[in-house]
């Protein structure tokens, strides 16, 4: 059968430059070290080559079944003939070859052979100056690509496919994307470079090159982009400077090689038995080939080296040849493939070193039995302090317990479930060792948010569920009081669109809420990180709707009214699906059924503080109005209630919105895709619904109900219009400062990359690139 081996690099002149490359001219130089994880291996011993045979090409050792000279015989077959070149003009030492690629490293399974790189280089105007592609055929031959490689691409502006075939057909690609150098962490992470793995058994592949924009923004620090395979363990990115190398194609070819898997035949170690041509010798076993394409290797025993291959085999190591290195303390017996240890007369043990070796015999009993009896005594007594210890410091602890559950407020939390007709039973009772299990120790990397009424950690109970664990800061009476508080209402309280309480743990110095982990951060975040997008027009009023209904609940359904005194964007969750989850009870306070309003010390978030409160501490229900109102306004216009940053007019939202509104300015400040997918009537009565919840009067504000009610009926809307201006009467606010902080998650959380490889069977065009939207709901 013919065989062939074929490596190549396809270069390409533009604008009238031209190079030309080849794997077997590339001059490269890499320094490579055995591995040796066992002692049966096929570079060790006397005899690893064919009497009469060439051992050395280079720095190379040559085993057989691997051979050097072409025609020799010194190899078991054509493949696995070493040509040693030595035709280097200037003289340069021998090198060793097989089907024109260079072989840096032979061991039991594998070889390491030189690289070839695809790279594409373009000038400041995006005009391709310089193109190759890379290739490499190992088809018919003995050899296949191990899957210890990996396909690494290079670059702030590029995608690479690879495509291979062997048993199976295999297309891989990776995408990899910047815009500025400072991005580019110095590991690969799919920023400036991205890699991604291979299947073992494959013996053909080529490398393809495409760009986004070729390199139009990017190519005062990016010129020129590289996609290879390579021994993954052999690549370390070096960040930014790897984008502007000039020299990075030859002195990655020079020091990251491709491994190559190799067996003998084609049989499997069962058939290769019966055969005549079987090669492994006495002391050696087979092992088949995991390539999917036959073959088999052989092995020394344990206990035996040399080389399998060569007649008369794998031949006995003598682990007892050697004092110092001896695996016995006295006295070591060489046996075929092993060793025995044994004792002089006068000790006892095993005689290993790795053992009990070998201990003297002592002939005095006596003494050893008082000292026996001493230690037994002394450990009694030891065993019995600890006990009466750990029996003092359990009753201690439970006293202390009762302690932390009076101090915190057990008694209070009890007497307030008992009259909301609830009662203990109704919440879990956590333990503190539950919970400093489930947090961790309460470690730094499980907070997840932090405000201020205390820090909030996520936690992992036993059954493997995710909660969220608040645990306030150390507090007065008034602070307890608020704790209780959340707990009693959100007791009460069962709305899909409010955060659950799961339990509580008084027991610790400070008092504990374990309620639901809403997962995908607050709603603060996404409207303030533009990168996220599925936050459609369509999905803002589907959150606004949610949340109008949930107030609405705690406002008419609840057992009592419930007014939460701190409505904001970052008190709002989003669950995995992005539903709305009203959070952070801290604040709230239950209004008795035969009163509209109470009077409070004046609580809240500037910025979105209800006026009417701020002036008269008289807080009622239309407080939360006003604070939904502002996040409605931060919806349609994705600005933050208050920044000092922004002009004297700006700076306040809602004072803004309501200007903007009366002066026909309302499409000038919403955000470009709200007035993009929100139709006119949308946008026109969502704005109406803000200003008319921003009334400076507490009266004339709608109530929370009808908020709810308004926003399902906006949601119905389907015609579209581009540009609308809408009129309204003036309406003002006073002065705020925004405090953007939650005692719930402030971490912001996105599911988006800047890129991620792509992987399958399929065509792919490398001269255009097209991205899908994100859309959960």
């Known amino acids: ?39 049966n291996t096929i570079t060790k011993g006397a005899n690893i080559t064919k009497p009469g045979c060439q051992r050395q090409c280079g720095n190379l050792t ?94 702030c502006d590029d995608v690479a496919v690879l495509t291979g075939s062997g048993g199976r057909s295999f297309t891989s690609g990776c995408l990899s994307v910047c815009s500025k150098a400072e991005d580019v962490p110095g590991y690969c992470s799919g920023i400036g470079c991205c890699q991604t793995p291979i299947p073992r058994g494959f013996s053909y592949y080529y490398t393809s090159l495409g760009s986004v924009n070729n390199h139009k923004n990017v190519s005062s620090f990016n010129p020129c982009s590289y996609a290879f395979l390579g021994e993954q363990d052999r690549f370390v990115f070096r960040g930014a400077s790897d984008l502007s190398d000039p020299d990075f194609m030859q002195r990655t070819t020079a020091t990251v090689p491709i491994l190559l898997d190799w067996a003998i035949g084609n049989l499997s170690c069962s058939a290769a038995q019966k055969a005549n041509d079987y090669s492994c010798q006495q002391n050696s076993y087979c092992v088949d080939s995991e390539t999917g394409f036959g073959g088999y290797r052989c092995n020394c025993n344990q206990g035996y080296e040399g080389n399998p291959y060569l007649d008369p085999g794998c031949q006995d190591i003598d682990e007892c040849a050697d004092p110092n290195n001896s695996p016995c303390e006295k006295i070591c017996l060489n046996t075929p493939g092993s060793y025995n240890c044994s004792c002089p007369k006068g000790y006892y043990g095993d005689g290993r070193k790795a053992g009990r070796g070998c201990i003297a015999k002592n002939k005095e009993f006596p003494v050893i039995k008082l000292f026996l009896g001493l230690g037994f005594g002394f450990l009694s007594l030891l065993l019995g302090i600890t006990w009466l210890y750990f029996g003092i410091t359990k009753r201690k602890l439970i ?22 007709e609830g009662g203990v039973e109704s919440t879990t009772v956590f333990t503190a060792e539950e919970l400093e299990k489930a947090t961790n120790n309460y470690a730094d990397d499980r907070i997840i948010g932090k405000g201020g009424y205390g820090t909030v950690y996520k936690g992992i109970l036993p059954n493997k569920r995710i909660v969220a664990i608040k645990k306030s800061r150390i507090m007065d009476e008034s602070q307890i009081e608020q704790f209780i508080n959340e707990i009693v209402i959100l007791t009460q309280v069962n709305h899909r669109n409010v955060v659950k309480v799961l339990g509580c743990c008084l027991e610790a110095e400070v008092p504990l809420l374990v309620y639901e982990f809403v997962s995908s951060g607050t709603l603060f975040h996404h409207i303030q990180h533009s990168a996220v997008t599925w936050l459609s027009w369509d999905n803002r009023l589907r959150i606004a709707a949610e949340a109008a209904g949930a107030l609405s609940y705690l406002h008419s359904a609840a057992s009592k009214p419930i007014i939460h005194r701190d409505v904001k964007s970052a008190n709002i969750l989003l669950d995995e699906y992005y539903t709305a989850k009203i959070s952070d009870f801290g604040a709230s306070r239950l209004v008795p059924l035969d009163q509209t309003q109470v009077t409070t010390l004046v609580q809240g978030t500037l910025g979105y503080l209800d006026p009417e409160y701020l002036h008269t501490s008289q807080l009622t229900e239309k407080s939360d109005v006003y604070s939904f109102g502002v996040v409605l306004a931060e919806l349609l216009t994705g600005k933050r209630p208050l920044c000092m940053e922004r002009s004297q007019e700006e700076r306040n939202l809602a004072t803004y919105f309501v200007m903007s509104v009366k002066e026909n300015r309302l499409f000038q400040i919403l955000e470009p895709r709200v007035v993009r997918e929100g139709t006119l009537e949308q946008l026109q009565e969502t704005a109406e619904l803000v200003r008319r919840c921003l009334y400076l009067n507490g009266a004339d504000r709608p109530t929370m109900m009808e908020v709810a009610m308004e926003l399902e009926g906006l949601r119905k809307f389907t015609l579209r219009h581009p540009w609308a201006h809408s009129h309204g009467h003036e309406e003002s606010t006073g002065f705020m400062k925004e405090n953007e902080s939650s005692d719930l998650y402030t971490v912001p959380l996105s599911p988006y990359s800047d890129t991620a490889p792509l992987s399958g069977q399929y065509s792919l065009d490398t001269t255009q690139i097209m991205f899908a939207a994100n859309n959960p709901r």
């Open 1 to 39: 059968m013919q065989r062939t081996v074929f490596v190549s690099v396809a270069c390409f002149c533009v604008c009238g430059l031209a190079l030309t490359i080849s794997a077997a001219q590339t001059n490269t130089t890499t320094t490579t070290t055995t591995n040796n994880n066992s002692a």
């Open 62 to 155: 040559v085993p057989y079944p691997f051979g050097v000279g072409l025609g020799s015989g010194c190899a078991i077959g054509k493949w696995f003939e070493i040509n040693c070149s030595t035709s280097f003009n200037p003289p340069k030492p021998p090198k060793p070859f097989i089907g024109g690629i260079q072989i840096y490293e032979i061991s039991d399974n594998q070889l390491r052979v030189s690289n070839v790189i695809a790279k594409k280089c373009y000038n400041e105007s995006g005009g391709l100056i310089h193109e190759n592609h890379a290739w490499t055929n190992l088809e018919t031959t003995p050899y296949s690509f191990s899957e210890l490689n990996k396909f690494t691409v290079i670059g």
């Open 399 to 420: 006293r202390l317990r009762e302690k932390f559950f009076q101090q915190n407020g057990g008694l209070l939390l009890k007497q307030q479930l008992s009259s909301n």
